[in-house]
């Protein structure tokens, strides 16, 4: 599902997190992220209160994207997300974020994103194209 053109832009940019519950939409940036070998998307919680609640309201209902601002090239990737406080994933993040923020944060979980659809944003003749 993720070729390799959107595993690299996902490596190299940043991605904002949407999702919905209530009629009340709620989109994020986020930085602590990465793409597992078996295609999940993973991002370390560190600030992601109203993400959480919307994803607990919504079953787990979750948008990304991600985009190169100076070439536009771009993927929407919609999914579930599974929230998670325990495990290699979440220790990886914790050091990540300390060692950002000097002792000053620390991620408290991670999302587990498994991809259930991936659109193209980018201009041109493929917008809108699922992959």
Same mark, same amino acid.
């Given at each position: 599902m993720l070729n390799e053109n959107v595993k690299k832009l996902l490596a190299e940019s940043m991605?904002? #997190?949407?999702?919905?519950a209530g009629g009340e939409p709620n989109v994020v940036p986020v930085a602590f992220?990465?793409?597992?070998?078996?295609g999940k998307l993973v991002v370390g919680d560190v600030f992601l209160e109203t993400t959480l609640n919307n994803i607990r309201?919504?079953?787990g209902k979750i948008a990304i994207s991600v985009?190169?601002?100076?070439?536009l090239?771009?993927?929407q990737i919609k999914g579930v997300a599974q929230y998670v406080?325990?495990?290699?994933?979440?220790?990886?993040?914790?050091a990540m974020v300390e060692k950002m923020?000097?002792?000053?944060?620390?991620?408290?979980?991670? #999302?587990l994103i498994t991809p259930e659809k991936v659109?193209?944003?980018?201009?041109?003749?493929?917008?809108k194209k699922v992959l």
């Open positions: 991605w904002d #997190l949407a999702t919905c992220k990465d793409v597992t070998p078996d309201t919504n079953g985009y190169d601002a100076k070439s090239e771009g993927y406080t325990e495990g290699p994933v979440v220790e990886t993040f914790k923020f000097c002792g000053a944060a620390t991620a408290k979980g991670a #999302l659109i193209v944003t980018t201009p041109g003749t493929n917008n």
